[in-house]
């Protein structure tokens, strides 16, 4: 298994950015695709980012695209997830989340989970 504690988030005005961090422990990092999911109130999870287990592929929603950037660290068993040009809408609990399988976009996929930050970002 693996477990995964984010850190960073915050609060913001919109148009800021705020750097989202995920420290994973346990099994090889390098064997888990990394996404962020998000959350607002009253809404389902949504997928945010994903990054492949190289790294060298990213893909993020529709919503996000040229705002926010996901990478990560396998010698440092971190992911991150880099928001910019923050939007009110962007406001929710952060959860970084791995998955052993490539599906990027599902998140029945993921089966590990940290506790989530939170992003505000206030007009």
């Known amino acids: 298994q693996v477990q995964l504690v984010e850190s960073g988030g915050g609060l913001v005005q919109a148009g800021g950015s705020l750097r989202l961090s995920c420290a994973a422990s346990g099994r090889t990092f390098s064997g888990y695709t990394m996404a962020w999911f998000r959350q607002a109130p009253g809404k389902e999870r949504e997928f945010v980012a994903g990054?492949?287990?190289?790294?060298?592929?990213?893909f993020y929603t529709d919503s996000v695209k040229g705002r926010f950037t996901i990478s990560r660290d396998n010698a440092k068993n971190t992911a991150s997830l880099q928001t910019n040009s923050l939007k009110p809408e962007d406001t929710a609990v952060y959860y970084c989340?791995?998955?052993?399988?490539?599906?990027?976009?599902?998140?029945?996929?993921?089966?590990?989970w940290g506790p989530g930050r939170q992003v505000t970002v206030s007009s």
């Open positions: 990054i492949s287990r190289s790294g060298t592929t990213a």
């Open positions: 989340a791995a998955t052993s399988g490539t599906s990027y976009f599902n998140r029945n996929a993921y089966n590990y």
